[in-house]
């Protein structure tokens, strides 16, 4: 069997490597993260222009326990640890975060302090939404502020439901350790 010969159509190459679209490593992570997953890419483009984007190497700090909240953050490339500290005890880890997770989203709704630390667990690329971002594109874009409010409410939401949840758990666990203890 003979092998055809590619044919190439110059014209049509060109235009076809002008539909692609060609986005950014921060447009992607915004798409993917759920409080931006339902913006259009006019709209993802508009936020991109907001954020900033930062390396960490592993074991810096991206925030620590009781810093002000200033902001979320989404990872791009990378690992981060948040981490409780307990007095007199080493610090807990709650949870492992990867590539396309975003956390510290309560921050862009206020400024109170932080309530865990972010450390990264390898060198990572993050990029950081900041309340001011926020607020300004609120100013000048309302019903795309509106949009990722609305987003951010439903995000958490979800999560004060999960923690809900879980703390039901957790105190049916603790009252059958206390009926245990005083059957003793």
């Given at each position: 069997?003979?092998?055809?010969?590619?044919?190439?159509?110059?014209?049509?190459?060109?235009?076809?490597?002008?539909?692609?679209?060609?986005?950014?490593?921060?447009?992607?992570?915004?798409?993917?993260?759920?409080?931006?997953?339902?913006?259009?890419w006019r709209?993802?483009?508009?936020?991109?222009?907001?954020?900033?984007?930062?390396?960490?190497?592993?074991?810096?700090?991206?925030?620590e326990?009781?810093?002000?909240?200033?902001?979320?953050?989404?990872?791009?490339e990378?690992?981060?640890?948040?981490?409780?500290?307990?007095?007199?005890?080493?610090?807990?880890?709650?949870?492992?975060?990867?590539?396309?997770?975003?956390?510290?989203?309560i921050?862009?709704?206020?400024?109170?302090?932080?309530?865990?630390?972010?450390?990264?667990?390898?060198?990572?690329?993050?990029?950081?939404?900041?309340?001011?971002?926020?607020?300004?594109?609120?100013?000048?874009?309302?019903?795309?502020?509106?949009?990722?409010?609305?987003?951010?409410?439903?995000?958490?939401?979800?999560?004060?439901?999960?923690?809900?949840?879980?703390?039901?758990?957790?105190?049916?666990?603790?009252?059958?350790?206390?009926?245990?203890?005083?059957?003793?």
């Open positions: 069997m003979i092998d055809k010969p590619k044919i190439s159509y110059p014209l049509f190459e060109s235009f076809k490597d002008k539909l692609k679209p060609n986005r950014s490593q921060a447009q992607l992570a915004l798409s993917q993260a759920t409080v931006f997953s339902r913006l259009s709209e993802i483009k508009v936020v991109e222009h907001a954020v900033h984007i930062r390396n960490y190497i592993a074991k810096e700090p991206i925030f326990q009781d810093d002000p909240g200033s902001g979320m953050y989404i990872i791009i990378g690992c981060v640890g948040i981490f409780l500290d307990i007095p007199q005890k080493e610090p807990r880890q709650l949870s492992k975060l990867n590539e396309g997770d975003f956390f510290g989203e921050a862009l709704l206020d400024s109170s302090s932080r309530t865990a630390a972010a450390i990264a667990l390898d060198n990572c690329t993050i990029i950081g939404f900041y309340r001011p971002d926020l607020m300004e594109i609120l100013k000048t874009k309302p019903a795309l502020g509106n949009k990722i409010l609305l987003a951010l409410s439903e995000v958490l939401a979800t999560r004060l439901r999960s923690t809900n949840s879980e703390l039901v758990k957790v105190s049916g666990r603790l009252e059958e350790l206390i009926e245990a203890g005083d059957h003793e």
